[in-house]
């Protein structure tokens, strides 16, 4: 099957075609303020270099969060217009699995993006990329105890990266969210029969947006 997997909780914008879980070819461009520009056209490329078309498609595959609310809500209704046309099966991927693929091999893997003021959205997950924790949202510091139940642990995302200080690892991971690794991921999700219709793909919000945090405050 060719899978069309859309990534754009983070300031990079990526696109990929993958037959079953290998990609094809993968496009990306860094730059979270042109996602509404470049997001369709990086699609349209993507499909030239390839000579696929929309047609081919069998499953597109998007991240649905926890990231940029911007650039999430962005890739979603992208998603649903086109799965739309083509009455395309969806799946929408948490932006934490992408990134436990950018670990090549450990027992552990937990991903970490910065939610900005020394809090950061978190999951763990197992050498194979299996969620073995709660998608959590909180303080760097009230999550370093769950952290340390867990041997041969390693840490990927700019979560880590703006945090090192606080962990006992000198490796450094990729911290790109690469769509290659939603559709890989979208792929077993398929195959467990996990896939849903457009008009129920939807964010997941770990927290509420920083507009609602600060109308909360000032009620």
Known sequence: MIILAISTSSNNASVALLENDICIKELNIINEKTHSEKLMPLIDELFTITGFSLSDVSLIACDNGPGSFTGLRIGIATTKALAEVKNIPVIGLSSLDALSYNVPQSKYICSLIDARNNQVYCAIF?????????????????????????????????????????????????????????????????????????????????RKSQAERMLNLKQ
């Open 126 to 206: 197992d050498k194979e990329h299996n969620l073995i924790s709660d998608y959590m949202a909180d303080d760097i510091n009230n999550l370093l105890s769950i952290f340390e139940k867990y041997n041969d642990i390693s840490f990927v995302g700019d979560g880590y990266t703006n945090h090192k200080d606080l962990f006992n690892q000198s490796t450094t991971y990729d911290d790109i969210i690469y769509s290659k690794y939603i559709g890989v991921s979208a792929y077993k999700k398929f195959l467990s029969g996990k896939s849903t219709t457009p008009d129920l793909l939807s964010v997941m919000y770990l």
